[in-house]
Every structure is written in C-alpha cells, then in structure tokens.
C-alpha cells in the first residue's frame, strides 16, 4: 500500500512540474533569449523562380505555409519554419504568412535575425473581434485568442491567395511541404486534412448536444461521408472557396451557440468538426503524427503511431521544449531537438 500512495505522489509531483516548467518556458521567454541563425536553403535545378519583391505574397508558383506567431510559442514556430525549408525541394518557393496579435514589430525581428533570407509578411490579428467569443475549455492554452486565428484566415490574409497550408507552432515537419500544399481537393470541398475515423466522435461534444435532436442532426446532414474527427493543427485550405461559402460565419454561429449553451469542451476544434467533418479531403496520416504531446491533462509519454511519418505534431499538453529544458524529455522529443535554434544561456549553464 505505501509503494501504491509513494507512486501516486511521485506522479502528481511529476504532473505538478511540468505544470510549472510550462509556465516557466512562457514567462521567462521575454527575458532575453535569442535565437541562432540558421543556414540558408536552396532551389534544386528544376525549381521555378518566383518574385524577389513584394510579389512573392500573391504568386501562384510559391508555396504558402501559414502560421500563427505569438512569444508563448514562438521556439517552436522556430523549429517549424527550419524543418519546413531543410526538407524542401524549392525552399526558396516558400512564403510563410505569419498572423500575431501583438509585439509585432518584436517577433518579426526575431524571424528576420534566425532567418534574414525568408520570404514572408505579417499580418495583425484583432482579438477583440473574438475574444467574447471564446468559452473555456478543459486547458487553458486552447483559449488563447491568437488559437481561433484560423477561423479567420481567409480574411486575414490577401484576397489573391487561393491556397494555403496552416500549421500549429508544435510541430515539425520531415518531409516536403509541396506534397501536402499540392494535395488534390475536388471542386466541391474547402479543406483537407488527415481523417481519424476510429476516434470516439461523441466525445467532443456534450450530453447537452446529443440530447437534443435539432442540434445533433446537423452531423448528418449534407455529408459526403460520416463525419470523422480531424486535427485543425494541419491542413490545406482553399482561401477563395472558403470566402465564397462564408465559412468564418459558418464558425462563428456555432461559437455563439456555445456561449448560449454548453456544446462542447475542446477550445476551437468542435466548431470545425460541425461545419466540415465529413466533406474535407482526406490526407494519408503521415501528414500528422498528432498526439506526441500527450493528452490535454498530463501530457505524458507517447509513441509515434505505426507507419510512414512526414509530420510530427506534439498536439496535447506536453511540449518538446519544455520537457528537454526540465530534464525529463520523452524519447520522442529527441526528434524535435535538432530543430531547436534556441541559443543556450550560458550564464544559466555557469551559475
């Protein structure tokens, strides 16, 4: 019995100290840290060329990566941003289209210090548009204002964009983003992402929601196929599809409802389940090896799941950087160090 109550106290300390790391790592960020630069990337021979002035933003011959930037995350936009050129063919081809809500001129500084050769533009986010609509969730990082930004980028972002891949900032990727930018996605379809049918759909989504026939119908209604569950950390959106169908509106309702009545718990994610579960396009799940985080409570341990891996997403509660600087990584996390550009802080190792 006193090895049983010894064990569980060594794992609530061990909850409890990730739980403080986590606050650490994003409070002390504004205290000086800096990021390495990292090397230049170039085209192979058969790239195509694209502008070198501010024409890059708009050209249809890149590949546009969209991302949000924020100082909570922003080592492991770092580390996305440099997975994503190393395995590129094109690197050059890339513009990344960041969205932040603050500190802009900071974190632009920031990118342009580890990476003065890339192509990318950074566009204001007003929270105050959705701040009195975001609900509480079962963790406080999904109500983070900046985390609803993909609600909004097809408004964010300009008008002649037609395409774009989003990314969360806990993520890298081992593959090139060409592959994903180019999936094919059918006339009648606005986004693609990998599907995960063997999840427990219903647990998105409240007793409340359930029980009431007028609001759970509309899972069944005007679907291609059964709705699955998918991960907003990865996809590929058609912007002009997106606008032409007013899908932000679409989103919003729902979030309104939400404050109405409890329909859900997880932050931004079921208010895309109910408007495009089961008319996205699919995506091989290579494309996002989520849940490397753990879940969203204790954010333990887990494995890479079995098959091919293109992406690595640290979806969940535990984060890469996190555990490394604690001490007490997972094996996983050993694949997101070479990505780190963090510099050390060597009066930190001296002291």
């Known amino acids: ?6 064990n569980a106290k060594m794992h609530a300390s061990y909850i409890l100290y990730l739980t403080m790391l986590a606050i650490f790592a994003t409070s002390s960020f504004a205290a000086g840290e800096r990021f390495k630069e990292a090397p230049e990337f170039f085209n192979s021979p058969d790239c195509l060329t694209i502008e070198s002035d501010e024409g890059f933003v708009c050209s249809d011959k890149a590949v546009h990566v969209a991302m949000t930037l924020d100082t909570a995350y922003l080592r492991g936009s770092m580390a996305v941003i440099l ?5 590129s063919s094109c690197p050059q081809n890339i513009v990344f289209h960041f969205v932040t809500s603050k500190q802009t001129h900071r974190l632009q500084n920031y990118v342009v210090s580890s990476f003065p050769y890339l192509k990318f533009k950074i566009y204001p986010y007003d929270v105050a548009a959705i701040s009195g609509l975001i609900s509480t969730s079962i963790r406080s990082a999904l109500d983070s204002p900046l985390n609803y930004a993909r609600n909004y980028l097809a408004d964010i972002l300009p008008a ?5 891949v ?5 993520l890298i990727l081992v593959d090139d983003v060409s592959k994903l930018f180019t999936t094919h996605i059918p006339s009648d379809v606005v986004l693609a992402a990998p599907e995960y049918c063997n999840a427990n759909f219903t647990t998105y989504f409240t007793p409340t929601f359930w029980s009431n ?15 699955c569950y998918f991960n907003t950390g990865v996809m590929v959106i058609e912007l002009k599809k997106w606008r032409e169908g007013d899908y932000t509106r679409k989103i919003i309702e729902w979030m309104e409802l ?12 079921p208010p895309f389940l109910l408007v495009f579960a089961g008319n996205i396009a699919p995506v091989d799940h290579r494309w996002n090896q989520h849940g ?34 604690g001490g007490m990584p997972c094996p996983i996390d050993a694949l997101w160090s070479p990505y780190d550009l963090l510099e050390p802080r060597f009066d930190l190792i001296e002291s």
């Open 160 to 164: 002649c964009l037609s395409r774009v």
């Open 83 to 87: 997975s994503v050129l190393q395995h």
């Open 166 to 170: 989003y990314l969360d900032s806990d």
């Open 213 to 227: 026939p007028s609001l759970s119908i509309t899972l069944s209604l005007n679907r291609r196929h059964s709705p």
């Open 292 to 325: 490397l985080g753990g879940d969203n409570f204790r954010g333990l341990c887990r494995d890479l799941h079995p098959g091919p891996v293109s992406l690595l997403h640290w979806s969940g509660k535990g984060k890469p950087w996190v555990r490394l600087d």
């Open 1 to 6: 019995m006193h090895n049983i109550f010894s």
């Open 258 to 269: 939400q404050k109405r009545i409890r329909i859900y718990e997880l932050g931004s994610l």
